[in-house]
Nanobody
Framework: QVQLVESGGGLVQAGGSLRLSCEASGRTFSTYAMGWFRQAPRKEREFVAVIAWSGGNTYYADSVKGRFTISRDNAKNTVYLQMNSLKPEDTAVYHC???????????????WGQGTQVTVSS
């Protein structure tokens, strides 16, 4: 079992930056692929980014590629999402997710955090 707790959300102006963190419980954190999904008001949840258990492979949604960076620190059981050049359309609740591999994680995460709100004003 893996429990995920996000932090770092908030209100930022367009063009600004935020860094989200997700701390995971459980001794098997380092064996899971980790990632982020988001859900904007009145929209479906969408994939944002994932990172392999080793940190060696990362994948991003086209909408965030070049602006967001996912990373992880297995010693701290934590995954990060650095978000730069934020746009109003990035406004959403961001959820940390975990799964057995990156391929499955982009579609059907096994574990979800409660989410943290990110609001980008224009």
């Amino acid at each position: 079992q893996v429990q995920l707790v996000e932090s770092g959300g908030g209100l930022v102006q367009a063009g600004g930056s935020l860094r989200l963190s997700c701390e995971a419980s459980g001794r098997t954190f380092s064996t899971y692929a980790m990632g982020w999904f988001r859900q904007a008001p009145r929209k479906e949840r969408e994939f944002v980014a994932v990172i392999a258990w080793s940190g060696g492979n990362t994948y991003y949604a086209d909408s965030v590629k070049g602006r967001f960076t996912i990373s992880r620190d297995n010693a701290k059981n934590t995954v990060y999402l650095q978000m730069n050049s934020l746009k109003p359309e990035d406004t959403a609740v961001y959820h940390c997710v975990a799964g057995v591999n990156t391929g499955i994680l982009t579609k059907t995460p096994q574990y979800w955090g409660q989410g943290t709100q990110v609001t980008v004003s224009s």
